[in-house]
């Protein structure tokens, strides 16, 4: 059998490790099967992971890209097809512009918070000093505590006569009366925001303690050395040596607040009125309260998009800029 | 033969994972996808006061003793979630044999052809009769001239619950409640002293007991929802008057009525901050073990000049249009049917009459006005879209709260209901 160029290959380091007794053209043809084999092995190993990514991301959400073109309800399950409809009804609605501005305010003024926390209990928890083993673990309770938990908790916190926050700020002199921050519209979102800062900054509290111990302390003594003081050291060492941490952090934060669900639905439901009212509520009470798929998928492609455009734009940029350094 | 190692790890992994997936699958199906089944599954949502699952053990054991070879298969659901699970089964095609519905729900899952009439199977039954259960409870599973469910307990929003003590304190007299319009908001202002106690508790929360609790007042007024030809009618002039009384109220109730739901009015009323709230009967469990006063109840009060109507509600008993054993599901309908097995599975007021009236003395304070309120009241309305009517509701009840004018927020509602109404018909 004529050896073809890919035999050629195999060949020569084959003719390195040829068995005992063995002629070349034996050793190659096993080294052929044992080629064959290899590409099976490497086309089995793929298939479970892209099964399973078929299964769970590209199906699910292929389905919701078709159904936002659709109509159906609860009576009229069958899903019509609708074309834009379902966008157009939604981009020339007041609620939808006030679910995006909720949206956006709550994503910008959670994340903002978590990176200036986080950031700050971070270095803070990196000093030594008596109890801060203590003190590390606690900060975590936030985190792990489950959403629907937290927000009876706040509802609790908030509550305008027995709630401590009244009490407090009460006590200090900042508010009159007994208000109702979860009750008007004036207050509600941003006191949800709140909660929500409270929940989340532990994760970015752990991310930053870890990346900030990681950065040498020799490059702080050079700096110092160097006649840097202790702000310049910061903004000029420490934080470019954190900045893929950062960079990954606000991403990650980003993405788990725009999509956060469980403390706005169990404190406000969204209200009152539509003043609480982001994307994810939003979805969930046209799908499982309106029982309207179309404009529920409407509304989710829509999330997705943004939260596409958001994440291409924040990396490009970063990565031009050279992310922080 | 190391570098197999990995691939056949990851191959075994898979095929964990599609195992756990199919099993969870086949799991939470139920006797009606899999093809002559041998189990009926039936779904309730959970009660407050009560085990169920105890009063259930019982009518599933004789049940399975009458039908030898079948095992009933019981599973509840807290409330919340009750609504969402069942829809997601329903729409999946693996939903339970049998289920309870909320009455408002009945014509909408008749609509979608998810439960099946049942009008030949009660006309032949020996249990089920239209006239041993209470009238309105009845009517709530009637969707066009069909039959699609049994009724299995029944109450009416609401009654008035006061606590005494605060009326002698504002030197009102405790045995003479208001029972006008007028003389309630005296009442309330009497009885407002904050921020230690208030007038009144109200609810205005975004969910169905702001509508429900509203409706009672609407409908005492002579207002309706939706008319006799089922368009919306819920800016009419009495609706307004309705909702202006509502709006009034809130003078004398604590802030943040726009996030008080049913449970934090009833807290509200036993920390003895809210001296009356309207509620319906089965917080009476509640009030027996939190309220540590004189706690009372009575008529809720009426326009001058007219009578009290509650807004109905209650659950009943539904057949899936998919179940492969609708004759084996109706019969443990009739099972439940029977007076003390429809006992033992309630906490909420049995909607067979001898029952429910036996529950009604048995079990609660005042039952005369339990029974005087449950015989004033109208159901909501037979509408397969009454789930999205209700949520304008519900969000016109939190614009008035906000101090909306009353009038053009109904007349928004209304338009809104209409378009509803109109794009599913």
Known sequence: ?325 | MTRFKRPALIGAAALACVSVMTGCGGDSGSGSSSGGSKVITIWDQEQSAKDIAQGYATVVKQFEKEHPGYTVKVETFPFAQYRDKMLVAMKGGTGPDVMTLDEVWTPEFAAAGLIQPLDDQIKGSDVIKQDDFFKGAWESNQYQDKTWGVPLNFDVWEEMYYNADLFKAAGLDPDKPPTTWSEWNDAAKKLNNPPNSFGMGLIGCKDESSSVMTDSLIFSNGGEILDANGDAAFDSPENVEAYEQYQGLLDYSPNGSAGACEQDVVNQFTAGKAAMILDGSWQQDTMKTAAKFDWRIALPPAPDGKDFVGALGGWNLAVNAKSDNSDLAFQLIEELSKPDNQAAVNSLIPALQSAGEKFVNDNRKQPEVILDALASGRPRPASPVYPQLSQIQQSAVQDIIGGADVKSTLKDASDQMQEVIDSNS
Request: with cysteine; glycine share 8%; aromatic share 10%.
């Open chain 1, 1 to 325: 059998m004529p050896p073809t160029v890919r035999n050629a290959d195999v060949s020569i380091s084959v003719a390195e490790r040829l068995a005992p007794g063995e002629a070349p053209d034996q050793a190659v043809a096993r080294e052929k099967r044992r080629h064959h084999r290899q590409t099976a092995l490497r086309v089995l190993c793929i298939v479970p992971p892209i099964a399973l990514l078929g299964a769970l991301v590209v199906y699910p959400l292929a389905n919701a890209v078709y159904l936002s073109f659709t109509k159906s309800s609860f009576i009229n399950p069958d899903p019509d097809w609708a074309g834009l409809a379902n966008y157009q009804a939604i981009l020339t609605s007041d609620t939808f512009l006030t679910v995006l501005k909720n949206s956006l305010i709550w994503t910008v003024a959670v994340v903002a918070a978590q990176f200036v926390l986080g950031l700050a209990s971070a270095i803070l928890l990196s000093q030594k000093f008596k109890g801060r083993l203590v003190l590390r673990s606690m900060v975590i309770l936030p985190w792990i505590m489950p959403g629907v938990i937290a927000g009876v908790l706040w509802k609790l916190l908030y509550d305008p006569y027995l709630g401590p926050v009244n009490a407090v700020a009460g006590g200090l002199g900042l508010v009159d009366g007994n208000p109702a921050w979860l009750g008007q519209a004036s207050t509600a979102l941003a006191a949800v925001i709140i909660a929500a800062i409270w929940k989340g900054f532990p994760l970015s509290t752990i991310m930053y303690m870890a990346s900030y111990q990681g950065v040498p302390n020799e490059l702080r003594e050079a700096a110092r050395s160097d006649g840097a003081n202790a702000w310049q050291v910061f903004l000029h060492v420490t934080l470019p040596a954190m900045a893929p941490t950062i960079r990954t952090t606000v991403l990650l934060t980003t993405v788990w607040t725009f999509n956060y669900f469980d403390l706005v639905y169990v404190m406000t439901a969204g209200g009152p009125g539509t003043s609480t009212e982001i994307f994810p509520t939003y979805i969930y009470r046209e799908a499982f309260q309106n029982v309207r798929y179309g404009v529920a998928g409407a509304y989710g492609v829509i999330s997705v998009v943004l939260l596409s455009i958001f994440t291409v734009v924040y990396l490009r940029q970063l990565n031009k800029s050279g992310g922080l350094d």
